[in-house]
Structure formats: structure tokens, C-alpha cells
DNA sequence: ACCCTCCTGTGATGCTTATCACGCCCAAAG
DNA sequence: CTTTGGGCGTGATAAGCATCACAGGAGGGT
């Protein structure tokens, strides 16, 4: 199947027996650009490795609020999915693909028990925790720290390396939601962006020609 | 000694040879209030098991700014200390002793084969992930989403609960810097806090009388 | 063609917070 | 006692951003 040369071009770093493993029991899910794949609430039954494709992994509070919290791409896994489905916790984060998006679901009952038979897979565990940790980090430096005209062009730069492409395919108002702005201000800092060249604004899109500043 | 008593208290969860082991091992290491355990860059050669008193960790950027990320309480640990021990890499963060402290350190090379031995230590180094992780989003929370009073009320709250006390010896400049504030500003929500009866004011000092709101 | 909806641009206004500029009190040091 | 420095209170001012109000354009459906 194509899957087993993805998994092993993607986690060259297990043994290959628990490569062999993670290739036999390993549920292969598909999602939809925009398809969510986990929401507040919902219980954890596996841990989610991606094999290709994009996810925005954030929360959304009682009003509508969303707090990005950082991107997971092919070779990476949700550090959420992990702990929550080792503790059978439900998960307070939404999980959406941001393009067509493929995962390998490992059911949770064998998470404990690779995590005491391979030593790839313990330190695989622990090195996701720690980026993840990393980019939460990161992100709460942003927030806290920088005006929403640094944090704008921190976006489009996620976007950019995410999706590979120059061309943001997003609306304002969802830009807005997501740094917790709102439409007439981004509008207004995009306008400034493209006076000084580094965007051109197109109907319903975004191209990024030039970030460094 | 104290210790094998506070250890088996504080981590009954582990199994009686991973206790013995931990008590045997870990080497005590005690701190003064205000002192530091960590300084950003600084190498990471153990994971820090907190026995008594509060740790706080944060963060601190270019510029002097702070960004708080949680305190440490007994029983707990520092997720940072575990993933960083474990790839030898520096820390990226600061972690103070806000009363005096002691806490128990042990040697990154029993982390890994802990790992693979014991289930209840593996267990541990999860949840210690999870509450972490937990606790970061809740401050992200708060800084996304909160105004300056409600983040004030919950500096407070934070503050009576780690301290278990209703007394914060700490200037209004030192609240500012932790909240990236100023004192005029923590000055003037003080002074309405005072008004609407749950706090009262001291020389040097924040009587808490009564957060429910 | 027409309507309807979604996306965008722009001015006006006000809230929250940062910053500046003082002056006051108190305590420790000279 | 006087000086000095740290902590505090308070007004004035301004930056950053949210919100409201409104208008125009582009596209899809009927």
C-alpha cells in the first residue's frame, strides 16, 4: 500500500519493528480541506500522526473566540491526542485540515504499550511534546508581546511555510477571527502591507511577494 | 530521612521500587525564596521534582518582558526540565523560587530507562505534560481574551492559592511586570478593587478579602 | 436582469491601556 | 536632621484597537 513508504519516509527515526507495527495497525483516516477532525468535547480514542496535509490545531472559548495555537505537519502528531488518549480525557481543542489532509489513527491501548517496548517511540512522544511546547510558546510570545501589525505578518509567514504556496485563499473576517481582531482592522493593516510591497490583495485571497522587512 | 516520607506522600502513584529508586537517586536540592533554579540558556542536566514551596516558571524575552506560565507546586514537575534533560538541549525558559523550596532532582539518564520500566513513571511524565500543557493554554487564555482587571483578579487568585496565604508581599511594579503592564495602571485597578471591598491595601502589601465575584 | 449574500474599504467614535509628568510618603543611610 | 531612593497616587495625553455605520463590488441563484 502507498502508506508504508510514507510512514517510513515520514518516521525513518523508529525501530523497524515498530515501524512495521505502526504500518499494520495504523487507521489510515482521510479529511476534507476544512473538515474538522476533532472538537471541544469530543472523547480521544487514538493518537493522530499525519502522513500528509495540514492541521490547525486551536481552541475556541464559550463566545466564539478562537486561540490559534499552532500547525501540524506530515511527521508530526497532535501531543493532545496523546495525553488525552492516554488518559481517555476529552479533548478541550478543535482540530481542522487546512487542506486535504490524511492521519494515521494508532489506537491508544498500544500507545502505553510501544511507549515501554520501544525506545523510538517513547522518545518520539517526548520530542512532539516538546516542539508542540515549543509552539505554544512561540505563540503566547506573539500574543502577548507584539501589535497585531507584527502578529499579521507572523500569520501570513505560518501560512506560508504550512501551506507551501504564496497564495492565502482567506477571507478577512476569518483572518480577524483568528487573532482576535476584527475585519476593518486587518483590512486596514492588509492596505498598509500592500502600499509597502509585501502583499497584493486579490478578491478572497492574499499573495505574499515579499515578507523579510 | 524527611525525605522518603514527603516522597512517598507526594508520589504515591509510583510503584514501591520506582519510590525506592526515586528516594535513593534524587538529590535534594534546596532554594531560598527569589532565588533562581533556571535561567534562560541555561543547560539542563535533570528533571526537577518539586517536594515543598512554589516555583514559578516563565518567560522572558529580548527586551526584559515576562510572560508567566504557570507555578509548580508539590508533587508536580517541570515538563521542561524532562523533555529538555532528555535531548540535552538548553532551556528557553526562567524558573524562580517564590518561597523557600526544595525540590528533588534526578539525573536525565534514569529518565529513559525509567521510562522503559516503570509504567506509573511514564504515566507521570505524561500527566506532568498534560497539566503543563493544560496550564499554558489557560494562560494563553487569559492573555488573549482577558482585560487587564480580570487578569489582575486572576494573578491574585493564582497568588492566595500557590502561597495558600491572603497576603502578597509584592510591589505594584512587580505585578505590572508580570502582567506586561505598568504600575500607574496596576495602581488605579488596585485602588477600584480596594473600593469594591475585595482586597485591602497595605504599605509593601495586598490583603485579599474576598475574589467571588 | 434582479436580488441576495459575502467580501471589502473607510470614516467616526470611544474604550483600554501605555506613557509622561508630577508630587507625596516613608525608611534607610549619611 | 537631611538626603536619597523606592513605592505609591493621580492627572493629562496619546497609541492601538474595537465597534458602528454605511457604501460599493463581485458572484451565484432564480
Same mark, same amino acid.
Given at each position: ?14 525501530? !523497524? &519493528?515498530l515501524?512495521?507495527? @505502526?504500518?499494520q495497525v495504523?487507521?489510515?483516516r482521510?479529511?476534507k ?11 480521544? /480514542? ?6 500528509d ?11 466564539g ?6 500547525? +501540524?505537519? !506530515?511527521? &508530526? ?7 488525552? #488518549? #492516554?488518559?481517555? +480525557? ?13 492521519? =494515521? #489513527?494508532i !489506537?491508544?491501548?498500544?500507545m502505553?504499550? *510501544?511507549?515501554?517496548?520501544? /525506545?523510538? *517511540?517513547?522518545q ?5 511534546? /516538546?516542539? /508542540?511546547f ?5 505563540t503566547?510570545?506573539?500574543i502577548?508581546?507584539?501589535n =497585531?501589525? &507584527?502578529?499579521? +505578518? *507572523? ?9 507551501k504556496s504564496n ?17 476593518? @482592522? ?18 478572497n485571497e ?8
Amino acid at each position: 500500500m502507498a502508506t508504508a513508504s510514507t510512514t517510513q519516509r515520514l518516521f525513518q527515526q523508529f525501530e !523497524p &519493528e515498530l515501524l512495521k507495527k @505502526v504500518q499494520q495497525v495504523g487507521l489510515v483516516r482521510k479529511f476534507k480541506a476544512e473538515e474538522y477532525l476533532m472538537q471541544t468535547g469530543q472523547q480521544i /480514542r487514538s493518537a493522530v500522526l499525519v502522513l500528509d496535509g495540514v492541521i490547525k490545531v486551536f481552541r475556541e472559548d464559550d463566545e466564539g473566540n478562537e486561540v490559534f495555537m499552532y500547525n +501540524l505537519h !506530515p511527521g &508530526e502528531a497532535c501531543a493532545i491526542s496523546m495525553t488525552c #488518549a #492516554a488518559r481517555q +480525557l476529552s479533548s478541550q481543542i478543535m482540530a481542522k485540515a487546512l487542506v486535504d489532509t490524511e492521519v =494515521l #489513527a494508532i !489506537p491508544v491501548e498500544l500507545m502505553d504499550e *510501544w511507549a515501554l517496548k520501544y /525506545r523510538s *517511540w517513547y522518545q518520539f512522544v517526548l520530542e512532539t511534546y /516538546r516542539s /508542540r511546547f515549543e509552539e505554544l510558546l512561540d505563540t503566547l510570545d506573539h500574543i502577548a508581546f507584539r501589535n =497585531l501589525d &507584527e502578529r499579521l +505578518l *507572523w500569520y501570513l509567514k505560518q501560512h506560508q511555510k504550512s501551506l507551501k504556496s504564496n497564495f492565502i485563499k482567506t477571507s478577512f473576517t476569518d483572518i480577524a477571527l483568528e487573532l482576535n481582531s476584527s475585519r476593518e @482592522v486587518i483590512s486596514r493593516l492588509m492596505k498598509k502591507l500592500a502600499e509597502k510591497g509585501h502583499v497584493k490583495l486579490h478578491k478572497n485571497e492574499v499573495e505574499i511577494l515579499n515578507l523579510k522587512m
